[in-house]
Nanobody, 120 residues
């Protein structure tokens, strides 16, 4: 079973920055599109950003120009650099392989995620 592992979350003040990392065993990260999602308490996961295996990046409107997704295939890691964080960005963040036909839906079961808390 494919398992992606998220890390890098924490507590940050409003306006601050954090960088999340997504890793996986084998070639999962380097051979697939990878997306970041987040889940607010009591809500379903929502799409945050996607980076293609061959093409560029896509972002949810709520994070565009504040978040940057990137990948290092040699190190088998995908990053989510988050800047100008807002309290409403507080959520558990997950990475996954998105369905090619619907980025809102992941291909694999969810991992444990990493908590991001932005204080006002």
């Amino acid at each position: 079973q494919v398992q992606l592992v998220e890390s890098g979350g924490g507590l940050v003040q409003s306006g601050g920055s954090l960088t999340l990392s997504c890793t996986a065993s084998g070639s999962i990260v380097s051979n697939n599109d990878i997306a970041w999602y987040r889940q607010f308490p009591g809500k379903q996961h929502e799409f945050v950003a996607r980076i293609g295996r061959y093409d560029g990046a896509n972002y949810a409107d709520s994070v565009r120009k504040r978040f940057t997704i990137s990948r290092d295939n040699a190190k088998k890691v995908v990053f989510l650099q988050m800047s100008r964080l807002k309290p409403e960005d507080t959520a558990v963040y997950y990475c996954n392989v998105p369905l090619s036909t619907n980025w809102n839906r992941p291909l694999n079961p969810w991992g444990q995620g990493t908590q991001v808390t932005v204080s006002s």
